[in-house]
């Protein structure tokens, strides 16, 4: 039942069903009033004649019997002859075309019967209940446990005519006159179209229900397909789930998780090459260590040559340390989950700052430093982070700007943004596509020494961007035109310059 | 056996520089890919242990360059990249062998040793001139079954006469295989080592082993069998 197509299908069976049932009630009920209606138009239509034949029959039997001779008009189970066998007859021969099982009552007005045709076959009937109007139509249950649709009449509607029925010649005049006919009739073409209705709707339903599973297994393939094409999906190999044609519905989902799929497969390849960078980074300084040892150990070396492994290992377990710091860093997000400290400085004098702290480095390679930084602004920053990341992207340029060039710095601040922009010539072979990868983590476009020390590890531009994104900003690296008809390599940082977005619990990017 | 060793780690190739050496070998050293290329096609080397990410030129590079000059001295690959790609490229690109960082100095010099044994068409580990057994592995001799007391350089010597065996070896063989650069043999160096290890191996009453061709060099045999 966890099948949507399952679960549709029951509740449209079900619904059907019901409809059906509805359906089948409504035709029946209205068959059933429509039956009625004709049966009661009956009733009435054999009540006029009745009583047209009733009046013919006392005319003509007028000169026999006197009108109102109490001998003849006395009791109501006479003989045959009295008042009442002679409106059976009445009646009877009025009714004999129209419907079998007619019978009569007349009821005077404490309720008593005063007459009753003899096809009733002794049982009572019970008065009708009171009703306003001329007529009244209703069911009638014989104590035989026959049914019978009857219609009252008050005497003062039939008895128009001078000797209506000749009733008006009883001793206790009646007031209601009660026509009685079968309704076995009705009733079997009640429970007839009831069988049909029972069929038909079975039939109906079993055809609908097989109709319904079809048609929920087409409309819903393309579901089936895109389930198993989801299920399929695989960020390392699987094909896109929204390959080939797909519903409108569908369409978007589709397109949602192949976006999602494509982001997991290069957050998955970005943390694949993260670790491949870390291995590949522990693996040499390691090895290091390692031969070091070994060759020591297994030599004879003197004291000197012992010194100067012991001077190899120092190195290699500084560079070990250097990588495990920054490894740190990164990933327990110290830096980034502390509260910002958040200062309002003179964006020149921060600037001005950061050259300096640069500007041994950029002297040992001829690098000369030019800033340009707009009017007197002021900057509200955390200013841990903010040179955390000033300082990467410039030391950065510094170290592999082409040596005896120029590194310009250009910061501005206004509408709540700050910008600094770190521009250098285009080192040597360095392509546009070098210049996308330079925050990833441990990338160099060539091998650093593994004697570099901290700082140098290949994480610096990583952790700016983090820095960056703490400060609510982001970082950026691009080829541009040098103004000369070459390119340079601009690295940038955007951010807040009022402190406004600088997050407490930004998390280091995802490597 | 000497062999080049190419590593932009100046740690690491102290280590391996000095490690090969305890162990016999005649090593040289580069630190960037530039500078491995052209030793390894200006030099005599019976083996080079080659880095991959080096500066200047990468170790693929340098190595298809020397395969391309038809060098065909054994190359190990000594690599941080464990990836299978970049082993297979590695091996593609006419690498002998591969090993990955960090490894067991044991095993990288086992490894050299065996390519270097390949590179004289041997391939058992021992070899037997005479009554004269030389264990290439555990770089032991033997005469009459007596075990003879040899330096690593002596044995170096003697491991090249019988990686060559009833092949004239010319002295200047003996030298560019048995030392490298920074060594710096005087003219009567070599004499005087297979002088010292002639001593050694032809004892008194031995059948003589080590012979000299008189203007040519020296080889290491049983006379009359070659």
Redesign the interface.
């Known amino acids: 039942m966890n099948s949507l197509r399952a679960r549709l299908f029951v509740a449209l069976s079900l619904a059907l069903l019901v409809a059906l049932g509805a359906g089948g009630v409504l035709i029946y009920e209205l068959a059933g009033s429509a039956l009625h209606a004709e049966l009661d138009a009956r009733l009435d239509a054999s009540l006029l004649s009745a009583i047209e034949s009733a009046n013919e029959a006392a005319a003509r039997a007028a000169p026999a019997a006197a009108p109102g001779s109490d001998r003849e008009l006395e009791g109501k189970d006479e003989t045959p002859g009295s008042i009442a066998d002679v409106l059976e007859q009445r009646i009877t021969a009025a009714f004999a075309d129209v419907h079998s099982g007619v019978g009569f009552a007349a009821f005077a007005r404490d309720g008593t019967a005063v007459a009753r045709s003899a096809s009733l076959a002794g049982f009572d009937v019970a008065p009708p209940p009171p009703f306003e109007g001329e007529r009244l139509h209703y069911d009638v249950v014989l104590q035989n446990g026959h049914r019978r649709r009857a219609l009252a009449v008050h005497m003062t509607s039939v008895g128009s005519e001078a000797t209506p029925l000749g009733l008006d010649a009883l001793a206790s005049a009646p007031e209601t006159f009660v026509l009685l006919a079968s309704s076995s009739e009705m009733t079997g073409r009640m429970a007839k179209l009831r069988s049909l209705l029972l069929f038909a709707g079975a039939a109906t339903w079993i055809l609908a229900a097989g109709f319904l599973q079809l048609a929920l297994k087409r409309g819903l393939a393309p579901f089936a397909h895109f389930a198993a094409r989801a299920a399929a999906a695989d960020p390392e190999t699987g094909t896109p789930v929204g390959a080939g044609a797909l519903p409108a519905e569908l369409a978007p989902v589709a397109h949602k998780l192949d976006l999602l799929i494509t982001r997991l497969r290069a957050a998955i390849a970005r943390e694949r090459r993260f670790n491949?960078a870390v291995?590949?980074?522990l693996?040499?300084p390691?090895?290091?260590?390692?031969?070091?040892t070994?060759?020591a150990l297994?030599?004879e070396e003197d004291a000197a040559?012992l010194r100067?492994?012991l001077v190899?290992v120092e190195?290699?377990v500084r560079h070990l340390e250097s990588i495990v710091q920054a490894l740190l860093s990164l990933r327990s997000g110290r830096h980034l989950g502390e509260e910002p400290r958040l200062e309002t400085f003179a964006l020149e004098d921060f600037v001005a700052a950061a050259v300096a702290r640069v500007a041994p480095a950029a002297a040992a390679r001829g690098i000369a430093l030019a800033t340009d930084v707009a009017g007197d602004a002021t900057v509200t920053s955390d200013t841990g982070r903010l040179r955390s990341v000033v300082d990467n992207l410039l030391s950065n340029a510094v170290e592999y700007a082409p040596a005896s060039t120029t590194v310009s710095v250009a910061a501005s601040a206004g509408a709540g943004r700050l910008e600094v922009t770190v521009r250098n010539a285009r080192p040597e072979g360095l392509a546009a596509a070098d210049v996308e990868r330079f925050f990833e983590p441990f990338w160099s476009k060539?091998?650093r020494?593994?004697?570099g020390g901290a700082g140098h590890v290949g994480l610096g531009l990583f952790l700016a961007r983090a820095f960056a994104a703490a400060l609510g900003g982001e970082v950026h690296a691009r080829l541009v035109d040098d103004g000369n008809g070459g390119r340079a390599v601009e690295v940038g940082l955007t951010a807040s310059s009022t402190g406004a977005a600088a997050a407490v619990s930004a998390a280091p990017p995802s490597a | 056996m000497r062999v080049l060793v190419v590593e932009d780690s100046d740690r690491l190739q102290r280590a391996l520089v000095a490690g090969l050496k305890q162990r016999g070998f005649a090593v040289d050293a580069a630190g960037d890919g530039q500078v491995g290329l052209e030793r390894a096609l200006a030099g005599t080397y019976d083996a080079i242990v080659l880095d991959l990410w080096l500066p200047k030129r990468d170790g693929i590079d340098v190595l298809q360059r020397l395969r391309e000059s038809r060098q065909d001295v054994p190359v190990l690959i000594l690599t941080a990249r464990d990836g299978v790609s970049d082993r297979v490229a590695g091996l593609d690109a006419g690498a002998d062998d591969y090993l990955v960082k960090p490894f067991a100095f044991n095993e990288l010099a086992a490894r050299v040793r065996a390519l270097c044994r390949r590179k004289y068409g041997r391939r058992s580990r021992t070899v037997a001139v005479g009554d004269l057994t030389v264990d290439l592995s555990a770089r032991t001799a033997r005469r009459e079954g007596a075990l003879v007391d040899l330096t690593a350089r002596e044995f170096a010597l003697l491991e090249l006469l019988a990686l060559n065996e009833g092949a004239v070896v010319s002295r200047r063989d003996i030298e560019a295989r048995l030392y490298d650069e920074r060594d710096e043999p005087t003219s009567n160096v070599i004499d005087a080592a297979v002088c010292r290890l002639r001593r050694k191996i032809d004892r008194n009453g031995l059948k003589p082993l080590v012979h000299t061709r008189r203007g040519e060099g020296y080889w290491l045999g049983v006379e009359g069998v070659r």
């Open positions: 491949s291995a590949h980074e693996r040499t390691v090895a290091e260590l390692r031969a070091t070994e060759v297994g030599g040559g100067a492994a190899d190195g290699s060539t091998p020494t593994s004697d």
